[in-house]
């Protein structure tokens, strides 16, 4: 059996999991979340737990059980903590702006970069090198904080652009460092 795919699920109180067939949704206090199971794995609720079972050891089965677990305590996660995602900005003249929900960014480049929130993402600028991505779907968020990231990656010889919080850049030596 998967490690994590046998971990029960506990419901916290304030959350309300529904399992109809294939459909698993989960609501809590900052919003709704739902997903479809994929067909052999099976999901139950008892008590206030949910369980994930599979119907066999085959690899493509073994590798969803472990999957719809995670997925779906991930949406418990979200519909009550939420996540978010810290975003660094390092370069001479690097900053961004809020503008209403949007945010704006001067990254070096010939004109400003304009980013809309999709739904369910909120953005916050803490200070005018580093922003938030906040939501409660985390899929979601990793991917705004990616596609953010890549309007300009870290440099490895200055360390300019856009970074997570803590992200370790491999510096390289220029030219002059033989």
Not at 69 to 80: D, E, K, P, Q
Not at 92 to 112: D, I, Q
Not at 118 to 126: K, L, N, Q, R
Not at 134 to 142: A, N, R, Y
């Amino acid at each position: 059996m998967s490690r994590i795919g046998r971990l029960p699920i506990s419901v916290p109180s304030g959350v309300d999991l529904r399992v109809d067939g294939r459909q698993v949704t989960v609501k809590g206090p900052k919003g709704e979340l739902s997903h479809t199971v994929a067909e052999p794995i099976e999901v139950a609720l008892e008590d206030g737990t949910v369980t994930v079972t599979r119907p066999d050891d085959i690899n493509v089965n073994r590798a969803l059980h472990g999957l719809t677990r995670t997925l779906i305590n991930n949406m418990v996660v979200g519909v009550t903590e939420g996540y978010k995602k810290t975003l660094v900005i390092q370069g001479v003249g690097y900053r961004v702006v809020a503008k209403g929900k949007n945010l704006e960014f001067s990254l070096g480049y010939s004109h400003p970069i304009t980013v809309e929130p999709p739904e369910g993402i909120t953005f916050t600028v803490e200070k005018p090198t580093q922003l938030v991505v906040e939501g409660i779907d985390k899929q979601k968020v990793g991917e705004v904080a990616a596609n953010i990231r890549k309007l300009r990656k870290p440099d490895p010889y200055k360390g300019k652009g856009v970074r997570y919080e803590g992200e370790q850049i491999r510096r390289k030596v220029g030219k002059a460092g033989k």
